[in-house]
């Protein structure tokens, strides 16, 4: 259901007190229902004379934004008309609406302050991650990196899991080729882990394997 806006105010001014709203010449008129579909305030509806015959009428003049006239500009047969500017411009000295009109613009400027403030920290929160997959490679040899792994996360709030040994050839695996260890890291408080990878990709680093990527 539309919206009806004839009990809204202008800065202050009672919108009824503000004759600015289109009028339509219903001869001009070719029913187009550009104004309609233009219009996103729901001043206009379209009447339907007859199978083919249409007419743009204005059903909610006070929904009309007060100094916008895009509906005229947009007609193609300039059959909306608007009053002339002048009884917006006495209005304005009438009712002294600039020291709203300042009270409003401050308003606005901390709304927009704010909503920067908002999207700067959703999207520190967004840059954070409590759980990270992580791939290395290397040659793995007996337990050692393990052993390391499980000292690193001794007695802190940080587990490895779903850990997997990517061995290509088991003839490779003893002649110390290459293999790849995928595995979780993941806070157990839900804290960012991103401190925590440092240290690991120390020990990764130190142990001569190679960081291939996290995800
Ligand atoms: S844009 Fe003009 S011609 Fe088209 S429906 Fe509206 S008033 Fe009529
Ligand atoms: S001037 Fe703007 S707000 Fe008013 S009826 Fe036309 S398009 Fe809608």
Known sequence: MA???SQSKWH????QDIAWYPTVDADACIGCELCYVTCGRE????????????KAKVERPYNC???CSTCAVVCPTQAISFPSRDIVL?????????KLVHAEAKEKRDKAASLVTR???????????????????GVFGEKR??????????????DIVDLQLHVPTLK????????????????TTQEDVTTFLNELRAIVTENDLVWVEQR
Do not use: C, H
């Not at 006495?90 to 600039?98: A, C, D, G, N, S």
């Not at 999207?123 to 954070?128: L, N, P, R, V, Y």
């Open 145 to 158: 990196f393990l052993v390391k792994l499980q000292d690193l996360i001794k007695g802190r709030p940080y």
């Open 43 to 54: 001043v206009y509806e379209i009447s339907l004379l007859d199978r083919d015959r249409r």
């Open 3 to 5: 919206k009806d806006l």
């Open 90 to 98: 006495q209005l304005e000295r009438e009712y002294k609406i600039f």
């Open 12 to 15: 202050g001014i009672p919108r």
């Open 172 to 187: 490779g695996l003893l002649e110390n080729t290459p293999a790849y260890m995928d595995f979780g890291v993941v806070s």
């Open 65 to 67: 934004m007060v100094g």
């Open 119 to 137: 999207q700067e920290a959703e999207e520190k929160i967004a840059g954070t991650s409590s759980q990270v997959r992580v791939r290395i490679a």
